[in-house]
């Protein structure tokens, strides 16, 4: 049998997004179409407990979940994380109209060694139907996605050090297009029949997905992030790079940084966006992207939203995931003020809560 990656059920569930320099976590609910933000939270993680979005200390990121456990409900239980880059591989496949969800799970399994470039013993995986082709209505378009164990396992240990129960085992990309129902407000009124790209840059992974009427078209993970601008603030002033990482956020630095590193940096940025794009355009035949949405770390640097608008010629927003809803009084307003844009992730975690499937 396979071995779910994704998660079927539906529950109560707290989005929790480990990432390169901290866990964040969200907890939503739902009243009829509106959401409410009942918990959001955000811990550091010890240096070196990750790399390249592997987990390489589990007990140390335990220990951070666990102190966000505390600042939980003691009857919530279920988490969903999710893996990415490398080791996670996603392709759409097509298989037959007629089969049902078992008869495909085990066509699935004969094909897997054809379809999965990694041994079938070192590998979760799942699969959910997208619907029939168009081009082939006797055939239905399939989601697979496949991610090495040992990452899977990783997270799952963590979450039961740190006092959850593992629900649901997403995808990083499929978390961010989920994600993407609680920014269009932000967006002109056409944005939904329009292509919106949402580019999630963090300290070391940069996640790109593109939306079209609700669904996610395209998606492409690229190794850039926030870590090379504070790489050259430790360089270029001398700082240790946790006092680099502080200066970062508050801009508490010299007054010719925007030149040195800051400047560097943008382009530097806009080059891989734009990269980015055009790899979309080619692949999906496409003339154009209409609309960006940036969320993460980088996104939040001074002047980066509109620089690349301007460069771009983009019509640009910075991800404001919990800006069109009501907030519980738990809430750290000041955290989502400051940060609420690298809370994406996480947010589209917490919507498993309410939907059941990928995205």
Known sequence: MLTSLLGKQNTAIVGIDIGSHAVKAVLLEKDGEQYRLLHAVQETIPKGALNEREIQDIEAIGKVISRIRKQFPNNIKHAAAAVSGSTVITKTIFMDVSLTDEEMETQIEIEADSLIPYPLEEVRIDFESLGVNESDPSKVNVLLSAARTESVEARVSSLDI??????????????????????????????????????????????????????????RDQSFGSEQYTKNIVNYYNKTFDEAEIAKISGDLPPNYTFEVLAPFQTAVIQQIRRAIQMFLTASDKEKLDYLVLSGGTALLEGMQQVIQDELGIHCVVAQPFGNMQHSTKVDEGLIERQGSSFMIAAGLALRSFDPCHI
């Open 162 to 219: 740190g006092g959850f129960t593992a629900k649901v085992m997403d995808v990083e990309s499929f978390a961010l297009a989920r994600s993407a129902e609680l920014i269009y407000s932000q967006l002109p009124e056409d944005a939904n029949d329009k292509l919106v790209g949402l580019i999630d840059m963090g300290a070391n992974m940069s996640l790109m997905t593109v939306m079209h009427q609700g669904e996610s078209i395209y998606t």
